[in-house]
């Protein structure tokens, strides 16, 4: 497997709260995707960093990617009940297939 | 502009028949994949398209699995003789060769008895 976590894990937090979530990569790629999944419905792209990047910023969201480490994180600053989904990870492994891992589900309550 | 659109939303099986998905992926999209999501894990690909042409379906379980993409526009995945370890999420995105970002549809739940 590429990836260091193997099953889908579970965080619940209180509206208001940041959160973080973190996955590990165990070959190179050239950017990490980041997706995140309602119910019922496919998953869609909240924020991609690439290789060059150490950090990116949309709205609430914040990427950070390590690549000596391979790892990246994905922060959620004031939480809110529409951040409930799931999030997963993909990467690219340099070619243009994505690569997902197996995700992190989120619940915010009121 | 319309978004990946899926047919059928959900199938029901008994082992053995066989059943077909549907995708129309985004207009000038030249990229069409095909993902299997189990319940609680993350989605994996079986295999993709550049226009008609398969690129990788080394992950499609060959003897069961098959797809197609006849004019590099819509895209079917058949599933002969299905199985209960078939039962998953069957979802398609399409995209822009070289553009990183993967546009989803929203899935066909399979549930095979």
Same mark, same amino acid.
């Not at chain 1, 790892?71 to 959620?76: A, E, R, T, V």
């Not at chain 1, 297939?97 to 197996?102: D, I, L, N, R, S």
């Not at chain 2, 029901?12 to 082992?15: K, P, R, Y």
């Given at each position: 497997?590429?990836w260091?976590?193997?099953?889908?894990q579970?965080?619940?937090i209180?509206?208001?709260?940041?959160?973080?979530?973190?996955?590990s990569?165990?070959?190179?790629t050239?950017?990490?995707h980041?997706?995140?999944?309602d119910s019922?419905?496919?998953p869609?792209?909240?924020?991609?960093i690439?290789s060059n990047?150490?950090? /990116?910023r949309?709205g609430r969201l914040?990427?950070t &990617?390590?690549t +000596?480490?391979q790892?990246?994180?994905?922060?959620?600053t004031?939480a809110?009940?529409e951040?409930?989904a799931v999030?997963f990870?993909?990467?690219?492994?340099n070619t243009d /297939?994505?690569?997902?891992?197996?995700g992190t589900? &989120?619940?915010? +309550?009121? | 502009?319309?978004?990946?659109?899926?047919?059928?939303r959900?199938a029901?099986?008994?082992?053995g028949?066989?059943?077909?998905f549907?995708c129309?992926?985004?207009?000038?999209?030249?990229?069409?994949?095909w993902?299997?999501?189990?319940?609680?894990q993350g989605?994996?690909l079986?295999v993709y398209f550049?226009?008609e042409?398969?690129?990788d379906?080394?992950?499609l379980?060959s003897?069961r699995?098959s797809a197609v993409?006849p004019k590099g526009?819509?895209?079917?995945?058949?599933?002969q003789?299905?199985k209960?370890?078939d039962?998953a999420t069957?979802?398609c995105a399409?995209?822009?060769?070289?553009?990183a970002?993967q546009?989803?549809?929203?899935?066909?739940?399979?549930?095979?008895l």
């Open positions: 497997s590429q260091g976590e193997e099953n889908l579970a965080l619940s209180q509206e208001g709260e940041d959160v973080t979530m973190n996955c990569y165990k070959t190179y050239t950017v990490v980041w997706y995140r999944q019922g419905r496919g869609a792209l909240i924020i991609l690439r990047e150490r950090e /990116k949309s914040r990427a &990617l390590d +000596s480490s790892s990246s994180s994905l922060s959620i004031a809110q009940c951040d409930t999030y990870c993909a990467t690219d492994a /297939k994505v690569v997902f891992g197996t589900r &989120l619940q915010v +309550s009121p | 502009e319309a978004g990946v659109t899926q047919s059928p959900y029901v099986l008994q082992e028949q066989a059943v077909s549907w129309d992926p985004i207009s000038g999209h030249d990229t069409l994949y993902y299997q999501q189990p319940r609680d989605p994996q079986l550049r226009d042409a398969v690129i379906n080394s992950q379980p003897d699995f993409r526009t819509n895209s079917t995945l058949k599933i003789s299905a209960q370890g039962t069957y979802l399409s995209s822009f060769y070289n553009y970002e546009f989803f549809g929203p899935g066909t739940r399979l549930t095979v």
